[in-house]
């Protein structure tokens, strides 16, 4: 498939229809994460989707309203994918007694319940060795040297799809620097499979963790994300660098501001 075959259009039937999957698995990943499998209906279907795609899940929130979020799968074979999710529980931090709006309702519903679902573009769409950043506004695909991402807990998701893809492509050697911040090592998501792609793709692939809280035995980062260790674990950026973000808000306001002051070019960083 070549790029002038993808879709890259939002309103056609691929991203606007709604669907029905099933919910078939529920397994803890750590304190407050799970790996979600859905089903879909005909057991052989796939979302099918370009690197860097989400889906909406739809639900209910305490009121009974209905609520949409946005999820990435990290896996997906003929019939099923996978997500992780982190459930933002109720009654956990005192300024917020009711947790999330979504997450908490995916948490409890029976396995077997069928939910509703939707394809999303996305913000950026990766397909060999080609970008198109901010899909809804822009249909040109161009090419960048070397990837910047800087996540933060369950905002691994987008980047680690996104590194995948590249990492699979044989033809693509674009240079990628992941900075991946939890608040303690129970925290960190997919980190067997990063370790893995680090492993094959050693000239290709850098992942550097830092963590909020860490005991003496932690020999990664420590602290948030600052400019400085942006300095110590990137290289310079130019024309050629694109910069990915997707973390918690106050997260991604800072980052952005970070990218920017790093000397990324506005137009070539994405928040997911
Ligand atoms: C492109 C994209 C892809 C994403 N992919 C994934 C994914 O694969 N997996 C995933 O888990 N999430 C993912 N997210 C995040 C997801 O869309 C939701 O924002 C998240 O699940 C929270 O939804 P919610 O309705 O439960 O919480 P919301 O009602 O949206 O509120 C969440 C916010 O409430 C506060 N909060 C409430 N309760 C707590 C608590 N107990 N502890 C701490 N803070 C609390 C925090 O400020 C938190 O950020 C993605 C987001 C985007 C934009």
Redesign the pocket.
């Given at each position: 498939m070549d790029q002038k075959d993808i879709n890259i259009d939002i309103h056609s039937e691929f991203f606007t229809k709604k669907f029905k999957v099933t919910l078939t698995k529920r397994e803890p990943i750590n304190h407050?994460?799970y790996l979600f499998r859905f089903d879909f209906q005909n057991g052989k279907e796939r979302l099918g989707m370009q690197a860097v795609q989400?889906i909406k899940i739809y639900g209910l929130?305490m009121n009974g309203e209905i609520?949409d979020?946005?999820?990435?799968?990290?896996y997906e074979d003929d019939g099923y994918f996978l997500?992780?999710?982190?459930?933002?529980?109720?009654n956990?931090?005192p300024q917020?007694p009711?947790?999330?709006?979504?997450?908490?309702w995916?948490e409890k519903i029976d396995l077997n319940s069928e939910l509703t679902i939707k394809r999303c573009i996305?913000?950026l769409l990766y397909h060999n060795n080609q970008f198109i950043v901010r899909p809804k506004a822009n249909k040109n695909w161009s090419q960048f040297n070397t990837v910047l991402l800087i996540c933060g807990g369950?905002?691994i998701?987008?980047c680690y799809q996104l590194i995948s893809a590249i990492c699979n492509n044989p033809n693509d050697n674009t240079q990628m620097i992941l900075l991946y911040a939890n608040k303690s090592e129970q925290d960190i998501w997919l980190m067997k499979e990063l370790k893995d792609l680090q492993d094959k793709h050693k000239d290709q692939l850098t992942v550097h963790y830092t963590l909020d809280k860490s005991d003496e035995k932690w020999n990664g980062l420590k602290g948030f994300v600052s400019l400085e260790m942006m300095t110590s674990i990137f290289p310079k950026a130019t024309e050629t660098t694109l910069g990915v973000l997707?973390g918690?808000?106050p997260m991604n306001k800072l980052v952005l501001s970070l990218y920017e002051q790093f000397g990324l070019k506005k137009e070539n960083i994405v928040k997911?």
């Open positions: 407050d994460s989400h929130n609520v979020r946005a999820y990435t799968h990290v997500i992780p999710i982190k459930i933002y529980r109720p956990v931090l917020f009711n947790g999330g709006e979504l997450t908490p995916l996305g913000k369950s905002g998701t987008p997707c918690p808000k997911f």
